[in-house]
């Protein structure tokens, strides 16, 4: 099967936030609270999707109400954050949904997403992603996490099946993100 072939097959993105959605960066303010910088054309490209009818869930094991707020506000619904077990809450999301594996790509960078990512159809990966999650992935972006792996995924498979530009020109595109 070719690159384009297996995101025919996808109608499930599934992300993790830091490193993937982030920089993987934080900055740490004096008063304990932390900072990080989401891509605005990684926002645009889950808004497109989830307007495109695909499904868009994040699981993350961070805990920060501003990113749940920031995707909240994109329209994303299934927002599992503070996750310990991102199996138990990948399985959750499933039987939730009554979605099959092969049809779920999920998007991680490091250790704590490795055993999730075995379990879905097709595992991705930003290109800064730690060594055994790039050996487990069919699918490795160009980008780094946080600087465009998200819309890299996302435009591939909507580009695949016609949906990344506007089909009908009366058809109004996402602006605010």
Known sequence: ?????????ITTFIFDVDGVLTNSQLIVLEDGNLLRQMNVRDGYAIKRALE????????????????VSRLQGLGVVDVYYGVADKVEAYREYMDLYE??????LFMGDD???YE????????ACPRDACPEILSISKYVSNCDGG???VRDVIERTLRLHGKWLPSDPTEVLPTSV
């Open 1 to 9: 099967m070719n690159e384009l072939e297996r995101f025919a097959e």
């Open 52 to 67: 495109m009818g695909y499904q868009v869930c994040i699981i993350t094991g961070g805990k920060s109400q501003g990113v």
């Open 99 to 104: 979605l099959e594996d092969e049809h779920v």
């Open 111 to 113: 250790l704590p997403d």
């Open 116 to 123: 999730v990512m075995r379990l879905v159809g097709f595992p």
């Open 147 to 149: 600087a465009g792996a």
